[in-house]
């Protein structure tokens, strides 16, 4: 049996999480820039807060309905993540990790399937004040359906047992289609004009019928609904074929120096998250763009790579790569609104092959220099780094909404005072 772990409106959630006096308070959080609406509190899709809705359009309403507005405080949701799937691994014998909010866990060998869902619960909010949903079934498909009820529904407590049969069956009549998961809204359609309206019909379709009208994907979404496990648990997630680290500026830039502290700091964001892939990279490329709305500059979006002729995971390495790059794609008098690094050709540490006649060798200590500010940085948040960054980095993410650090920055850890 597997359990699918959902935190109910995660980015929200956490910001309540520490300020209880937003409690039942219409509270939404923003994307990178303050563009659009990610996240929305129960009470503010109560008021018909739609998901990706631009801010500055509902602005004046948000206003008007008393609505708590966040910047996206992407330290304190990564934490608070980490917090849930420790709580998580703690309780389970495996934890498949699937997104920032979300996780599988293995429930084999474990009896009473309800009580511990409701185990799980009662120890994540005791952990992050962070309240879940649960959804046990014995694939994962059933686990989302499950998972999706559980929060639905009150009466349920937040945890759905489909390990019954008929459960499975009576549940699946009353949710249409479009809650599958990977059932979007055009194959629902689709679905829902052949008279599959319901997951039950889909669930009792002719699996030939299936896959001669749509493909082998929905084929084994509807064996999962069956039981029959088709998606593999995955304790370890799969090694990556590429790493993007890129961000939209706060405001358009134009100024060179600016650009390449941006290009120096996600080469060196890329470069940490490779390493913690336990992976070299053998290509590095920079991508450089403005805006295509804006009427008064042509449109201008440029990438160019190198092939480095030995694989590497120094940061040093990575940032003399991409600001390379830069140097190919820049273009003077535009006003750029995004940039970026890639890295990719990635070989597992400890099997990169050298050769004798590269003009290009490992830096010495190369990897204990790294190993040392990977520490340092995810203990004390970001403290050591490389100059080519800058130091003020005014180009940086408009965020003028940004609630404290609370769990990662000492100066912003709440204080508890008694008045005797």
């Known amino acids: 049996m597997l359990a699918l772990i959902d935190v109910n409106s995660f980015y929200t959630s956490c910001e309540t999480a520490w300020r209880p006096d937003l409690l039942g ?16 509190s129960a009470e503010a899709k109560a008021l018909g807060i739609g998901m990706g809705e631009p801010w500055f359009k509902q602005k004046a309403m948000l206003e008007r309905n008393g609505v708590v507005v966040f910047s996206s405080n992407y330290r304190l949701y990564g934490d608070m993540s ?17 997104s920032i909010d979300e996780a599988f866990a293995d429930l084999s060998g474990i009896d009473r399937l309800d009580a511990f869902g409701h185990t799980i619960r009662d120890r994540i909010y005791q952990h992050t004040m962070l309240t879940v949903g649960v959804g046990i079934a014995p694939t994962k498909t059933l686990a ?28 699946m009549q009353l949710l249409p289609v479009d809650t599958v998961w990977g059932v979007g809204r055009r ?22 019928f299936i896959r001669k009208n749509f493909n082998v994907v929905l084929e084994r979404t509807v064996r999962e609904l069956r039981g029959e496990p088709c998606l593999a648990f995955e304790e370890f997630a799969p090694t990556k074929q590429e790493i993007i680290s890129s961000r939209s500026f706060g405001e358009r830039v134009s100024d060179y120096q600016a650009v390449r502290e941006a290009i120096c700091t996600w080469a060196a964001r890329a470069a ?44 040093r390495d990575i940032i003399a790569a991409a600001t390379h790059c830069l140097e190919q794609v820049w273009r003077d008098g535009l ?22 006649f ?47 650090a609370w769990t990662t920055q000492l100066s912003d850890v709440p204080v508890a005072r008694a008045d005797w």
């Not at 892939?277 to 290509?283: G, P």
């Open 25 to 40: 308070k219409p509270v939404v959080v923003l994307s990178n820039n303050d563009g659009c609406i990610i996240s929305r």
């Open 82 to 98: 980490q917090r849930v799937m420790d709580t998580l691994e703690q309780l389970c014998p495996q934890v498949e990790i699937y």
């Open 144 to 171: 989302k359906l499950a998972n999706h009820a559980a929060k639905k529904w009150p009466q349920t407590r937040g945890v759905v047992d489909l390990s019954d049969p008929a459960r499975q069956r009576r549940l």
């Open 187 to 208: 194959l629902s359609a689709k679905l829902n004009a052949m008279g599959i309206d319901n997951v039950l019909k889909l669930a009792q379709s002719d699996l030939w």
């Open 272 to 315: 940490q998250k490779l390493r913690a892939e336990h992976q070299y990279c053998r290509y590095v490329s920079t991508f450089l763009k403005n805006s295509p709305h804006d009427p008064h500059e042509p449109y201008y979006s440029q990438r160019a790579g190198i092939a480095l002729q030995t694989p590497t995971q120094d940061t």
């Open 335 to 356: 006003r750029y609104q995004k940039a970026g690094v890639m890295l990719g050709d990635f070989f597992s540490q400890g099997v990169a092959q050298l050769n004798l």
């Open 358 to 404: 590269d003009a290009f060798t490992p830096r010495a200590n190369g990897d204990r220099l790294m190993t040392l500010m990977d520490h340092i940085n995810q203990k004390n948040g970001q403290s050591l780094w490389f100059a080519g960054q800058g130091m003020r980095q005014e180009w940086g993410m408009k965020r003028t909404m940004l609630s404290p």
